[in-house]
């Protein structure tokens, strides 16, 4: 299940997300990974991750600036992808997905998945954000009654 954005087998309907402030969020390729809107200027946005088991963690602008949020702790942008995560995935199924060492049912918030951090892993943006302009490729279809099952992040 680790190369698929959906989590099969879930039965918990997802939470309402702030498409505004995150408007991608996926479980994927053992990351936690999405795209997180600047608070301070509208045309900016940062490509932030989570690694599955080390929690290692990054965040950078789409351009790979590093966000000068990260000093050896997860910015806010990490933080609220991990919170968008949540709310999307339920929280059993993120710390399930990033492995979160101990007992998952007696992880009750995000500060509870942060404490088993890891270090900053710098990666490349590049791969996480094309992912997100191949999903907005969708709003340009026609309107259908089908259901579309990659747009369930949207939901």
């Not at 600047?38 to 900016?44: A, C, F, L, V």
């Not at 910015?75 to 101990?102: N, R, S």
Request: contains cysteine; glycine residues 8%; neutral net charge.
């Amino acid at each position: 299940m680790t190369n698929s954005s959906f989590m099969l087998g879930s039965t918990a309907a997802p939470g309402k997300r702030d498409i505004k402030k995150v408007p991608f969020v996926e479980l994927f390729n053992d990351r936690l990974q999405g795209v997180v809107s600047s608070g301070s200027d509208i045309e900016r946005v940062y490509v932030s991750f989570f690694a599955a088991e080390s929690l290692d963690f990054y965040c950078s602008t789409n351009n790979n600036r590093p966000c000068g949020g990260l000093g050896g702790y997860p910015c806010k942008h990490l933080q609220t992808l991990l919170d968008e995560a949540i709310a999307q995935y339920g929280i059993e199924a993120v710390a399930q997905f990033l492995k979160v060492p101990g007992d998952v049912t007696r992880i009750q918030s995000t500060a509870d998945i942060i404490a088993h951090k890891g270090t900053v892993k710098k990666e490349p943006a590049g791969e996480v954000f094309s992912r997100f302009l191949n999903y907005l490729r969708y709003l340009e279809l026609a309107a259908s009654h089908r259901p579309i099952p990659e747009m369930g992040w949207f939901v």
